[in-house]
């Protein structure tokens, strides 16, 4: 994946990415909410966007997720992907912000936010990489420093985890060590 045409600024952005932040409703998943006959809410997860977080994480890029909407089921994903952290039920996100920054000791331009509705604006515009899905609303996207060829809940957070790898210069790396994979091979 090359950033063929795109300016020296966004590189250099991206290359600062020590923290990932996601949505979760319309960015890990596609936006949907299901409910079964009792009323339990069901979402649908991309195996590859998992893949995408715990690469990341092999590279020593935390991932964090914050959502408005509480979900048992995103905390069972948060745990098997060993997210480091989960804000749920937080309006508006931007709430969690200045804890995050301190927590992990990041600033604001090491963190790469990844939105796709209006509520992403706030966050979107405090960090250093603002992403917007495919699926974006207008304005999420025109918030966004790059917009994800992928759908959210379809690949996305992996098209996002790979420019930041391959930009860091780590992906073929990960791949060697995590997958057994040589460079030469991908």
């Known amino acids: 994946m090359r950033l063929a045409g795109q300016n020296r600024s966004l590189i250099e952005r991206i290359k600062k990415v020590k923290l990932l932040i996601l949505d979760v409703d319309g960015v890990l998943t596609d936006g949907r909410i299901i409910y079964d006959s009792e009323g339990r809410q069901l979402r649908l997860f991309d195996a590859q966007d998992g893949t995408g ?3 990341l994480s092999a590279a020593g890029i935390k991932t964090i997720m914050v959502t408005i909407l509480p979900s048992k089921a995103i905390e069972c ?3 098997d992907l060993k997210v480091e952290e989960i804000y749920q039920g937080i309006k508006p996100k931007t709430k969690v912000l200045q804890q995050v920054l301190e ?3 990041v600033g604001r331009d090491e963190i790469c936010y990844v939105g796709d509705d209006v509520v992403d604006i706030g966050m979107m515009r405090s960090v250093g990489f603002p992403v917007a899905v495919k699926n974006a609303t207008r304005e999420v996207k025109e918030a966004a420093s790059y917009v994800t060829k992928k759908v959210g809940g379809r690949g996305a957070v992996r098209e996002i985890a790979e420019l930041i790898l391959m930009t860091q210069g780590k992906w073929h790396t990960l791949l ?4 057994g994979i040589p460079s030469r091979d991908v």
């Open 176 to 179: 060697a060590t995590e997958f």
């Open 77 to 79: 994903r948060a745990r």
């Open 103 to 105: 927590k992990h000791g």
């Open 53 to 55: 977080i715990l690469l």
